[in-house]
């Protein structure tokens, strides 16, 4: 995985974010083990409930397209914003859900870089084995 090019990737489709009431802009590039990326970026909508961050676009794209966490290996997550662009609460669950545990999720803008995964960001998660 070369980390450099998915937030080089990740910032490209951050020029596609649709973002007239809030102007914050994110992008994300989802790699997937076998060298595919899918890219994602937010999509805002006057009713805000509506509107999709760039890493869930790309996390739902990817399962439309057929592949599932086990294809995953990486997603980069950009923003044009002065501080790191955390996942919102709604991701976090989708990650803990439809993304593998351990893998790299790398948040960056353009002043700095830090590389998590999902059980550092959601510790406790709720999921499929709550519910079962």
């Known amino acids: 995985m070369n980390q450099e090019h998915l937030i080089k ?3 490209e489709a951050m020029e ?3 973002a007239p009431y809030s102007n914050y802009h994110v ?3 989802l790699l997937l083990k076998n060298g595919t990326e899918i890219l994602g970026a937010n999509v805002e909508n006057a009713s805000f409930g509506a509107t999709c961050c760039a890493e869930r676009n790309a996390i739902f794209h990817a399962y439309s397209l057929g592949y599932r966490k086990d294809d995953m290996e990486a997603i980069a997550i950009v923003s044009d914003g002065k501080y790191l662009a955390g996942p919102c609460g709604i991701c976090r669950q989708v990650f803990s859900e ?3 545990q351990k893998a790299p999720i790398i948040l960056s803008n353009k002043i700095e870089t830090k590389v998590t995964n999902i059980d550092d ?3 406790l998660q709720f999921g499929i084995k709550d519910v079962l």
């Open 98 to 100: 439809l993304f593998p």
């Open 9 to 11: 990737k990740a910032f």
């Open 27 to 29: 992008g994300a590039c």
């Open 16 to 18: 596609n974010a649709y």
């Open 121 to 123: 960001l959601l510790p």
